[in-house]
Nanobody, 127 residues
Framework: QVQLVESGGGVVQNGGSLRLSCVAS????????MGWFRQVPGKEREFVAA???????YYADSVKGRFTISRDTAKNTVYLQMNNLKPEATAVYYC?????????????????????WGQGTQVTVSS
């Protein structure tokens, strides 16, 4: 069982920045697909960004150029740097992982691809 713990959420003004962190409990982190999703009440969970162990990155069109996903294998941690935040980014942000080593391709965007999820961290962007 992989455990994921997110941190770094909070309240920020329109145009501000936050960095989210997600620490994974397993050494398989180094060969895993790691992703960030977000969800607001009443809506489906939405893909934000993902990173494959090779370094390949995936981004939702709505965050390209403003968000950056990265990972520190030595710390079993994945980060989401969020710049120029907008009010529509307000949501609970979830970290997720798929420990399989098969190439994800476009399935990296699909929440069904991921086997383990964190509890989420709230991000609120005030206008």
């Amino acid at each position: 069982q992989v455990q994921l713990v997110e941190s770094g959420g909070g309240v920020v003004q329109n145009g501000g920045s936050l960095r989210l962190s997600c620490v994974a409990s397993e050494r398989t982190f180094s060969t895993s697909l790691m992703g960030w999703f977000r969800q607001v009440p009443g809506k489906e969970r939405e893909f934000v960004a993902a990173i494959w162990w090779s370094g390949s990155r995936y981004y939702a069109d709505s965050v390209k150029g403003r968000f950056t996903i990265s990972r520190d294998t030595a710390k079993n941690t994945v980060y989401l740097q969020m710049n120029n935040l907008k009010p529509e980014a307000t949501a609970v942000y979830y970290c997720a992982t798929d420990p399989r080593t098969t190439w994800p391709g476009t399935s990296a965007y699909d929440p069904m691809r991921y086997h383990y999820w964190g509890q989420g961290t709230q991000v609120t962007v005030s206008s």
